[in-house]
């Protein structure tokens, strides 16, 4: 077979893959929100058997866990990627990292149930949900975060020091700004996994949700989307339209990722063309 033939067939088994895996997307799109988009009314949010609560604890945990888990995960990303020295030591620091990363969430959840809600005795509250949930945020943080730094040429880094900057300046002129599209396609993996994360926060933050609409403190049981989805299909309550609350709470879900994402991913693309254009 000549090289032309292979390249030809080549392509041809590319096309066919990326059509097949946007054919799938679409699919499965539209039986989520086709079944699930009728019921999001008012009444969906703020009726008797409303997930106003549990929306607002979707968000406000991926936020605490955000703020615990972000300057811990790039700080350890940018001191691997720009300080630490070869040896053993930050080889031994990148293993227990990528090794952290590959634990699986349940495992994560009963840690946190023995740590945050037995031990310290915080019981079932949105501090220690978002506190187990940064535990899972952390790894994936810090690697996202070395690859974004090391994907930087080494040119920029020389410049600018030739130029009389110092090692901070040109980390924080250079490298962080040229580095930024990657660390908001990280950030943006680790959001929408947490969104959807249902173990670590069954263990931790509960299946209940407060009274109170908004209920911003630490120590209210945390029930989210995604849990109250799990729990609406494991043990439906007798005579309520369970199937139709976990088809809506599932449509709510794909909804809050897509949007979630394009909020972050259209900010990224615009800094990449930006940065493209001064290249150029």
Known sequence: MQAKQINTLATILLWFSAAAIVAILV?????????????????FFTGPNGVGGQLFNSFYILLLSLIFSLPIGVGAGIYLAEYAPDN????????????????????????GMIVFVNVLGLGFTILGGAATLALLNLPILVRVTEESLRG?????????????????????????????????????????RALGETAILIFTAGMN??????????TAPGETLAVHLFAL?????????ADQIADGT???????????????????????????????
Request: net charge positive; glycine share 6%; proline share 6%.
């Open 152 to 192: 930087v040429p080494s040119s920029y880094r020389e410049a600018s020091l030739a130029l009389g900057a110092t090692m901070w300046q040109t980390l924080r002129k250079v490298v962080l700004p040229t580095a930024l599209p990657g660390l908001i396609t990280g950030t943006t993996l680790v959001a929408g």
């Open 209 to 218: 949700v407060s009274r109170y609409l908004f209920d911003v403190h630490l």
């Open 27 to 43: 699919w499965f799109l539209t039986f989520i929100l086709g079944r699930g988009l009728p019921y999001l009314n008012k009444d």
């Open 250 to 280: 599932a449509a709510l879900l794909i909804l809050m990722v897509l949007v979630f994402n394009l909020l972050l991913a259209l900010p990224s693309r615009y800094l990449q063309h930006r940065l493209i254009g001064k290249k150029d």
């Open 88 to 111: 053993k030591l930050t080889d031994i620091i990148r293993l227990s990292t990528e090794s952290l990363a590959t634990v699986p969430s349940i495992v994560l959840g009963l840690f």
């Open 233 to 241: 299909k494991s043990n439906p309550l007798p005579g309520t339209n």
